[in-house]
C-alpha cells in the first residue's frame, strides 16, 4: 500500500509540469473575431442577427424608452447587455466559420466557446453542479445525524469524534462552492464569477487543511494553526487578487488544480500509512480525485459545445462525494468507538 502512495504522489507532482504551462487565449485575439466585436457594438448587429439593446440615439439615450425600461432590470440582473450579446454571437459566429474550415475550437477570453441552451449559458455544468450540491447536502446531513443522534455523546452533549466541527464547516463549504458554481455556469458575469472562484478557492483551501489535520491526526490547537495559517493566507491573498485586481481564469484554474493536488497527495500519505479499517473507500477517493484532476488538466474543447472537461470532472465528483461522505461517517463510529474504550 505505500509503494501506491508513493506512485499516486509522483503521478500528481509529475503533472504540475502541465499545469503551469502557458495557455494562451487565441479567440479573443483573433482579428476577425475583434473586428466582428466592434462592428456588432457600432451596428448592434452579428450578420443578420441584430440585438436592440445595442441601438442608441445620437445622444446615447435608447430609441425606445418604454422598451428599455421594461427589460433594463433584466439586464442589470443578467447582463446580457450589448457587450455580451456581441462576444456570445461573434464567438459563434466565428466558430461556424472556423468549423467550415476545418479548424479546431479556440477559447475565447481564457475559456472555451459554450452554447446557450433555454437560457443557461452552460445547460450541463449547472446540472452537474445542482447534483454534487445535493450530494453534499445528503452526506453532510447523514453524518450530523449520526453524530447527534446515533453515537453516543458527551455530558455537555456534543460529539466524541474530535474532527465532527472540521467537517461539519467542510460540508457547509463544499454546499456553498457548488452553489456557487451552478449559478456561474447559469450565467457568467463578473459578480457570479467572483463568487464562485471565491468559493472554490476557500473550500480548496479548507480542505487542504482538514486533509493535514486528520491525516496527521493534529489535535492540539497550536498544531492545528500552524498548519491552517500560511494555506488561510494564500488562500485569502488569491482571493483577494481575484477580487480586487484581476479575474484571470487561466491563473485560477491552475491555482486551483495546484491545491486540488496538495490535497489529493495529503490523503494518499495518509492511505499509504494508515490501518485505518475502511481505508479501501479512501483510496478510491484519492485515485478518482487524480484521475479526475488529470481529466480537468487536459482541457479538451466542448463536444457540440455543451460538454468539456470541466463539466466530466464535475461529473466524476458525484460517486466520489457519495463515497467519501460514507468514508467520513465510518471513521467517526470507528474514532468514538476508540475513544469510548479509552475512557471505560
Known sequence: M??????????????????????????????????????????????????SCCNSASDGSPPDGSWYKMHSLYFWWNQWDCQGNCRYHCMLYREKERTELGLEPVKYHGKWPSRCQYGFQEPISVAISAVNL??????????????????????????????????????LLAMNSW?????????????????????????????????????????????????????????????????????????????????????????????????????????????GGALGVVVKMLDFPPYQGIVHSEAVWQASNIPLTYIWWNFIKYDAESRTADLLKKVR
Open 2 to 51: 505505500a509503494k501506491c502512495c508513493w506512485i499516486i504522489c509522483f503521478l500528481v507532482f509529475s503533472s504540475l509540469v502541465r499545469v503551469y504551462e502557458a495557455s494562451p487565449s487565441p479567440g479573443d485575439s483573433d482579428q476577425l473575431y475583434r473586428a466582428c466585436f466592434s462592428q456588432c457594438q457600432m451596428t448592434g448587429c452579428v450578420g443578420a442577427k441584430c440585438f
Open 134 to 171: 445535493v450530494m453534499h447536502f445528503h452526506g453532510w446531513r447523514s453524518f450530523s445525524n449520526l453524530l447527534y443522534y446515533s453515537l453516543p455523546l458527551k455530558p455537555d452533549k456534543t460529539p466524541f469524534y474530535d474532527y465532527a466541527g472540521l467537517f461539519n464547516v467542510y460540508g
Open 179 to 287: 452553489f456557487w458554481s451552478a449559478v456561474f455556469h447559469f450565467r457568467d458575469m463578473t459578480l457570479t464569477e467572483k463568487l464562485e472562484y471565491s468559493s472554490a478557492v476557500a473550500f480548496l483551501g479548507y480542505s487542504i487543511i482538514l486533509a493535514n489535520i486528520r491525516s496527521f491526526g493534529l489535535r492540539t490547537n497550536a498544531a492545528r494553526v500552524m498548519v491552517a495559517a500560511p494555506i488561510l493566507a494564500f488562500s485569502t491573498s488569491h482571493i483577494l487578487f481575484l477580487c480586487n485586481y484581476k479575474i484571470d481564469y487561466e491563473w485560477n484554474t491552475k491555482v486551483c488544480i495546484g491545491m486540488g493536488i496538495a490535497q489529493v497527495v495529503s490523503w494518499a500519505i495518509w492511505g499509504g500509512t494508515t490501518d485505518h479499517p475502511c481505508r479501501w473507500k479512501l483510496w478510491m477517493v484519492v485515485v
